[in-house]
């Protein structure tokens, strides 16, 4: 098998300092890895945490939904050619062997999954470094064929915002017959939207701002809510049986419980931190309060699939990759519809 190569990242050496480009070593590959040549990286808000994070791991490479062709593949690998296009997300090992891993939710792996940056190889223990470089080495379980007729910029998204609006709806049913809110209008709920239509769900887009009303229809709600209007938010009431939260921020979840209909589930995705609920706005209507991450190879593999078949992909915009640090402020802002991706072609392969 080849040896280690190199290739060239955007890299920041410590908490709050800039992405620079340097060379980073990636491992030679084992029997099951796959090399990707990476074209285009999301930048999550996930990123903007970890680089600023003082108790993260530096130097760090962030990025971890993101698009590629496949370059070489270690002697066990079956599924994947040189020259296939590819899409990996933000895990790239799991333990395998937990109830968890055997029903292909690695993204609950009872070890806790190795994420894409950030994490440690479970092999040799390196820190794993991510996709704003010009090259990743990933096993082939978490590589998976991309659709290779859409837009690889908008499927970027798909592997990380995507993937975890995704598998509540599917979990919860989504589909024709069913009303599916989304709370908040950004990465994660743009994609909700547009998700939840295309499964014939009936779309309600919950938003502080009237003026999102029109994007909101453009990209498939059939019904806006401004959440800040109490008159609109009673009206409202019973009118959903699932909702997506997806803001960021910590917030009330009790108005959104009280639009739920009886048996409606609530499902966090955005703000992962405390939340403080009163149990009768659980109570009145049986309604449950759950939430989700990421996804596994199952829903992964489902998710590209649809959006093969039905033509999503995400809104973005896309800034060649030394403009990274424009694109961190301007997230740090809420300045994005809906979502930044960084062009890698403008990195010099070593």
Known sequence: ????????????????????????????????????????????HSDLHALRDPGGTFPLVPGHEFVGEVTAVGEEVRGFAVGDAVAVGNIVDSCGTCDMCLTEQENYCREFPTLTYGGRDRHDGSPTLGAYSTAVVVRERFVHHRPAHLDPAGVAPLMCAGITVWEPLR?????????????????????????????GAHVTVFTT???????????GAHRTVVSTDGEAMAAARGSCDLVLDCVPVAHDPAPYLRVLALDG??????????????????????????????????????????????????????????????????????????????????????
């Open 1 to 44: 098998m080849p040896g280690p190569s190199t290739a060239t990242a955007h890299q920041a050496s410590s908490p709050g300092a800039p992405l620079l480009p340097v060379r980073i070593t990636r491992r030679a590959l084992r029997p099951d890895d796959v090399a990707v040549r990476v074209t285009h990286c999301g930048v999550c």
């Open 171 to 199: 979990r919860w049913g989504a589909g024709p017959g069913t009303r599916v809110g989304v709370v908040g209008l950004g990465g994660l709920g743009h994609l909700a939207v547009k998700l939840a239509a295309a499964l």
């Open 209 to 219: 701002s009237a003026a999102k009303a029109a994007d909101a229809t453009a990209l």
């Open 265 to 350: 589930t609530l499902c966090s995705l955005g703000h992962l931190g405390p939340v403080t609920v009163e149990t009768t706005d659980l109570l009145v209507g049986r309604k449950s309060l759950a939430s989700a991450g990421s996804g596994g190879h199952r829903w992964t593999r489902d998710l590209l699939d649809f959006a093969g078949r039905h033509g999503v992909t995400a809104d973005v915009e896309v800034l060649p990759s030394a403009q990274v640090g424009t694109a961190l402020e301007r997230l740090a802002r809420g300045d994005v519809r809906y979502r930044f991706v960084l062009d890698l072609s403008d990195l010099q392969h070593p």
